[in-house]
């Protein structure tokens, strides 16, 4: 992991839509999460310049998405330096993570610490719900998520 730059506020970023299936996974698992004391929590589509604004000033941000994967409900766990790493765009949204940390780094405006934690996803098409696999993963993916942030689940 990434050393912290700062000391600052710990906020958890649930990205995505629900009202895209599966895409939806970011904000139920802050919905678990209830409202833990000294962490701010936010929802965000995903539009670049908005997941900046969310963890500019924070000492830890920790990003909960869905991304495309051939194992619907594996849980990834990246952090800055592994964000790059990939080819294509896993995520579901346009621009995607990869493209906020780049533009994040060159205005020198990422968290001191970012991790970010994925669910492969099954469904992106028009709906609510999250399907059976992202469901069953859902527990353990908000289990992960107040553990990097030190916080206890709901």
């Known amino acids: 992991m990434t050393t912290p730059r ?3 506020p710990v906020v958890i970023i649930g990205v995505g839509n629900e009202y895209r299936r ?4 970011g904000p139920r698992v802050l919905e678990l999460l209830g409202d833990p004391p000294g962490v701010r929590l936010a929802v965000c589509d995903g539009e670049p310049a908005r997941l900046i604004g969310l963890w500019e000033d924070a000492g830890l941000a920790v990003v909960v998405d ?3 994967g051939d194992r619907p409900g594996r849980i990834h766990e990246l952090d800055l330096d592994s964000v790059g790493g990939h080819h294509g765009n896993p995520s579901s949204h346009a621009l995607g993570l990869e493209a906020a940390v780049e533009l994040a780094a060159a205005l020198e405006r990422l968290p001191g610490r970012l991790a970010i934690v994925a669910v492969e996803a099954a469904d992106f098409r028009l709906g609510a719900g999250l399907s059976p696999p992202v469901a069953a993963a859902l527990p353990a993916l908000a289990a992960r998520v107040a553990r990097l942030a030190g916080v206890s689940p709901g």
């Open 22 to 25: 599966d895409d939806g996974v």
């Open 6 to 8: 700062a000391r600052g």
């Open 66 to 68: 869905a991304v495309r």
